[in-house]
């Protein structure tokens, strides 16, 4: 029996999620009123990086991760994971688009994520894929929002912010960089993806070397004094 819904209730579903997003987004504004409407959309990011990285390893099963199990049926809570995430990139997307905070790279990741949920939707064997894809594009999220609010509330200068700073640029260079390649190569080289999620895991790829070129570009600018002005005894 297909686990996926109809096209209409699948539409439905998509649309709640969306709203349920852009509720929490106002529900965050209304509670802590005086911030800005980065700081609501940051909050609301960083609930959904730290809940699908944990939802992504756990449905995914890394530590036990097969061939049979990457090609096994969707399963109810793959499913609602797809939408949930679809409902807040949809969100997040919409955001972005009104303050036009964000550079056309992260309009195209946003865009990418929304067209990939779909084709994960679409398909009866990619509930484990689609977690994997999650948990490797989110785990690095929870960092970048903490880095972001502590300096917001102005404590760049601690010793805080730096530990999360370079846990997130050594982690995200890592995972996206290392990790990211070696899937890449392995997913176009496999025969148990279809063109389309090939095509999509490319994508993923160019926005994620564009995103290291620019954290490379950041670390040569911020940390390249620092470094050349310490004296090493």
């Given amino acids: 029996m297909a686990v996926r819904p109809e096209l209409s209730t699948a539409s439905l579903i998509k649309l709640s999620s969306f709203i349920c997003w852009t509720w929490s987004y106002v529900f965050c504004a209304a509670k802590f009123p005086g911030k800005s409407p980065e700081w609501y959309s940051r909050a609301v990011t960083l609930v959904h990086g730290t809940v699908a990285t944990a939802a992504g390893l756990w449905q995914c099963g890394i530590f036990t991760l097969t061939r049979e199990r990457l090609t096994s049926k969707i399963t109810w809570a793959h499913y609602a994971t797809m939408v949930w995430s679809w409902g807040y990139f949809a969100f997040d997307l919409l955001w972005c688009i009104i303050y036009w905070t964000d550079s056309y790279v992260m309009l ?3 865009i990418s994520a929304l067209i990939a949920i779909n084709i994960y939707m679409s398909k009866q ?28 509330e102005g404590c760049n200068k601690n010793i805080l912010y730096h530990v999360v700073e370079i846990m997130y640029l050594i982690s995200f260079l890592t995972l996206r960089g290392v990790v990211g390649t070696y899937l890449t190569y392995e997913i176009l080289h496999s025969d148990i993806f279809d063109m389309d999620e090939k095509l999509i895991s490319l994508v993923f790829y160019i926005v994620s070397l564009i995103f290291i070129s620019q954290i490379v570009g950041y670390v040569a600018y911020k940390y390249k004094t620092k470094i050349h002005h310490h004296t090493w005894i």
Avoid: I
């Avoid at 064997?125 to 917001?152: H, I, K």
């Fill in 125 to 152: 064997y990619t509930g484990c894929t689609f977690a994997c894809t999650l948990a490797l594009m989110e785990v690095t999220n929870p960092l970048l929002q903490t880095r972001w609010f502590l300096r917001y």
């Fill in 108 to 110: 195209c990741h946003h």
